[in-house]
């Protein structure tokens, strides 16, 4: 039975999402019963598999954020969501760089690495190791997102990548969830992600069988998590028309950042 869509509220360290799952900044979800902390998308060696120039960053950054928030939340297990690679051709370097990562995330917690489509037919055996189709947690199925929709089951998903674009091609990255679904953003810092208000995230949602109505938003930063409340709400306050405003004779003030 669904519970009614919670409205906007105060920005905080944590909130939940849906029955006994907790958005974590900076874009994580917590399982606080069995302990579990999952994370989507982290197309980990990204600069090396797109063949740039670029050092490998990314890799160091996610590997010690997730180890910090592993450890201040005392997590049993870490279960990554998919896309943990970018992709399977990667040098021997990034290969190192990412098996090292993921030996100093296992001295912290439990790893389980659930397969998503950027690891390619061979999961990237070579680098990852063992990896599993989808595990359950808390009776929630966990699952990268890209195959069918598992209908009838609670499921934690990624692949969607989703983020709230607030124009002038800024964006964040957000939770999207109901009783029956949440979606995970990437972890990636390198996606802009896909558009919750967008008609292509309602279609990605509507195959779980989820409507707009159901879900409510949830921002990540760094270090809070935002609630936006209603998807559907949300949606049509930010793409509403905006009245023009009347002529004034009193001097505009300006709002500062606080």
Not at 54 to 66: C, N, Q
Not at 222 to 242: E, I, M, Q
Request: overall charge neutral; some cysteine.
């Amino acid at each position: 039975m669904f519970r009614r869509v919670r409205p906007p509220a105060e920005p905080c360290a944590s909130f939940e999402l849906a029955r006994g799952v907790e958005a974590l900044a900076p874009g994580l979800a917590w399982l606080a019963e069995s302990r579990t902390l999952i994370a989507a998308d982290a197309h980990l060696a990204y600069e090396d598999v797109v063949g740039g120039a670029l050092p490998l960053w990314s890799t160091a950054e996610i590997v010690a954020t997730l180890g910090i928030v592993a450890r201040n939340v005392r997590a049993r297990e870490i279960v990554f969501l998919g896309d943990i690679v970018h992709g399977s051709q990667m040098s021997e370097g990034a290969m190192r760089t990412v098996r090292d990562g993921l030996a100093l995330l296992r001295d912290a917690a439990e790893v389980t690495l659930v397969a998503g489509n950027h690891e390619g037919r061979s999961r990237a055996f070579a680098v990852l190791g063992e990896t599993v189709d989808a595990c359950e947690r808390d009776g929630w199925l966990l699952v990268h997102g890209d195959g069918p929709a598992a209908l009838g089951r609670p499921a934690i998903i990624g692949h969607v990548h989703p983020s709230l674009h607030m124009g002038g091609g800024a964006s964040v990255p957000a939770f999207v969830a109901s009783e029956a679904l949440v979606v995970l953003p990437a972890l990636t810092p390198y996606s802009p992600g896909l558009d919750v208000l967008s008609s292509d995230f309602a279609k990605a949602i509507g195959l779980w069988s989820v409507r707009r109505e159901d879900a409510h938003v949830v921002a990540a930063t760094l270090d809070r998590v935002f609630p936006f409340g209603n998807l559907a709400t949300l949606r049509d306050a930010l793409r509403s028309p905006v009245a023009p405003a009347r002529r004034s004779r009193f001097r505009k003030r300006h709002l500062r950042a606080g």
